[in-house]
Nanobody, 124 residues
């Protein structure tokens, strides 16, 4: 079993940066692909970024490519999302998720474990 806990969200202005962290419990977390998703009010949960278990493969949504960077530290059982040049449309609850297998994917329904989410609000 893997439990995930996100942190680092907050209220920022457009153009600012935030770094989200996802802390995982469970010794097998380092073997799993991990992703970040977000959900804005009234919208479906959408893919943001993902990283394979050894970090060799990363994937990004077009809307965040060049602004967000996903990384992981398996020794610390943690995954991070560095978000730069934030825009008001980035406002959402951000969720960390793990697939339960080594590869990562952009498909929300292929993630087995989910955190509770952290709110990111970007004001214009």
């Amino acid at each position: 079993q893997v439990q995930l806990a996100e942190s680092g969200g907050g209220l920022v202005q457009a153009g600012d940066s935030l770094r989200l962290s996802c802390a995982a419990s469970g010794r097998t977390f380092s073997n799993y692909g991990t992703g970040w998703f977000r959900q804005a009010p009234g919208k479906e949960r959408e893919f943001v970024a993902a990283i394979s278990w050894i970090g060799g493969s990363t994937y990004y949504a077009d809307s965040v490519k060049g602004r967000f960077t996903i990384s992981r530290d398996n020794a610390k059982n943690a995954v991070y999302l560095q978000m730069n040049s934030l825009k008001p449309e980035d406002t959402a609850v951000y969720y960390c998720a793990a697939t339960g297998v080594g590869w990562a994917t952009i498909a929300v329904n292929e993630y087995r474990y989910w955190g509770q989410g952290t709110q990111v609000t970007v004001s214009s």
